[in-house]
């Protein structure tokens, strides 16, 4: 059971290129999401989904898109990158399906990708 | 606007004894819920534990207990008899438990645990 899975896990970029981020899992959850977290931060939500076709804001959504045409995948788009953007990036997903105090669900992470943009 | 609040930055304690990570939160929903992650210096994110913001019992899931007072907002952290392998950074998060934003996680700066032989 592969879960969260990230791709890729070290990137290195430079200012104005453009990449995208690949996130898949494979537990069929509706709800995936997208944080990123900066050196001695806690994440922070750069988008997320609650189903496929269906994408929101999150905190910190600027210079980044994203879109969900399957269950399984959530892709995160990087345009113009910035050195601002050099952060870690966190996947993660769950059931969605209730409230957790009554099905007790739980959000799965990804492992992580390093992201540095010089 | 949620908030969560962790104020030590840094902490220490020796094998085998127990230790108490703060966290305090901020929010106007009346059901929310209350995670702590550990993050070790690979990276990963791993749940530790989750609280209800209506049970009425406090969590434990082997070493880990939260202690939650939901007047005095806080959700801290015990973790009992440590361990070398305990040593890596802790975030308390928080998550309105409604709707769409369900899973939505709120984090703290975090607190770095180090445990000593």
């Known amino acids: 059971n592969a879960g969260v899975t990230q791709t890729p896990k070290f990137r290195i970029l430079k200012i104005g290129q453009s990449m995208t981020l690949q996130c898949a899992q494979d537990m069929n959850h509706n709800y995936m999401y997208w944080y990123r977290q900066d050196p001695g931060m806690g994440l922070k939500l750069i988008y997320y989904?609650?189903?496929?076709?269906?994408?929101d804001k999150g905190e910190v959504p600027n210079g980044y898109n994203v879109s969900r045409s399957t269950t399984e995948d959530f892709p995160l788009r990087l345009e113009l990158a910035a050195p601002s953007q050099t952060s870690v990036y966190f996947c993660?997903?769950?059931?969605?399906?209730?409230?957790?105090?009554?099905?007790?669900?739980?959000?799965?992470f990804g492992e992580g990708s390093w992201l540095t943009v010089v | 606007a949620q908030k969560i609040t962790q104020t030590q930055p840094g902490m220490f304690v020796q094998e085998k004894e127990a230790v108490t990570l703060d966290c305090t939160y901020d929010?106007?929903?009346?059901?929310?819920?209350l995670f702590w992650y550990k993050q070790p210096s690979s990276g990963e994110m791993i749940f530790l534990i989750y609280?209800?913001?209506?049970?009425?019992q406090n969590a434990t899931e082997g070493r880990y207990s939260l202690n939650f007072q939901k007047a005095r907002k806080s959700a801290n952290l015990v973790i009992s008899a440590s361990q070398l392998g305990d040593s890596a950074m802790y975030f308390c998060?928080?998550?309105?438990?409604?709707?769409?934003?369900?899973?939505?996680?709120?984090f703290g700066r975090g607190t770095q645990l180090t445990v000593w032989p």
């Open positions: 998060a928080m998550s309105p438990d409604r709707g769409s934003t369900l899973g939505r996680l709120y």
């Open positions: 989904s609650v189903g496929a076709g269906i994408t």
């Open positions: 609280q209800g913001s209506y049970d009425e």
């Open positions: 929010t106007s929903d009346q059901s929310y819920g």
């Open positions: 993660a997903s769950s059931p969605g399906t209730g409230p957790f105090i009554v099905t007790g669900n739980t959000i799965y």
